[in-house]
């Protein structure tokens, strides 16, 4: 769990009545699956089942895998919408700004060494601020949008670079849709967990906890 977890959730609260004002990034089942209450003993057990190197679980003589549409529909999202594809880059900052509305200084603040500082942005912009300042409240859904996403579609339990994610928000944010991504990085948490003995899945455990129960 992110240190910052409670913080983004006690926003998230703040945030139900803009459901409606954050369309564009077809991310309000969040919402709900914010609420989901992690079983950690479910995801371990399907970890023991997972084969790394086909990508796949082994249930009952089975070969299962989630997939891009299956994952989509769990959070409502359009598959006709074009893929996120990450625009590798050596830095992320021009993106943080234009994503934010931050300044170079306080930008700078925000994103070092490859990584950002969740918790002094959902500390910024968790107020709701003047509501005539539109350009503000457009800034403020991207950083929200962008938290959701780290905490609950892109999780990381070791502080690894996370620059990338303002990309993708900046990219969901233009209709696309990040669930090709997000179950690459769900399926390379589950081969950690296989091969490594990880106790926790990166990625999306929270989708991957939704798709399981019927599989088993």
Not at 88 to 108: A, C, H, R
Not at 146 to 173: K, S, T
């Amino acid at each position: 769990m992110n240190s910052w977890a409670k913080d983004l959730d006690d926003w998230a609260d703040l945030m139900t009545d803009q459901a409606g004002n954050l369309m564009a990034y077809q991310l309000n089942s969040l919402f709900s699956i914010r609420k989901l209450p992690m079983h950690t003993p479910l995801l371990q057990a399907a970890a023991r089942c997972w084969d790394p190197d086909l990508h796949v679980f082994r249930f009952n003589y089975e070969e299962l895998c989630p997939t891009f549409e299956e994952f989509s529909r769990i959070l409502e999202i359009d598959l006709d919408r074009d893929p996120v594809i990450p625009d590798v880059q050596d830095w992320y900052f021009k993106d943080l700004i234009s994503l934010s509305g931050l300044s170079k200084v306080q930008t700078s603040k925000i994103l070092q060494d490859h990584r950002i500082d969740f918790a002094s942005l959902i500390r910024r912009f968790s107020p709701p601020g003047d509501p005539k300042d539109l350009n503000f409240h457009t800034n403020r859904n991207g950083v929200f949008c962008l938290c959701m996403m780290a905490q609950f579609l892109f999780h990381d339990h070791e502080d690894n670079p996370n620059d990338m994610l303002v990309n993708v928000a900046l990219q969901v944010g233009r209709l696309n849709n990040s669930m090709i991504l997000c179950l690459a990085e769900t399926f390379h948490g589950l081969d950690r967990a296989k091969q490594e003995g990880i106790p926790f899945i990166s990625g999306s455990p929270y989708l991957l906890q939704l798709w399981l129960p019927e599989r088993l």
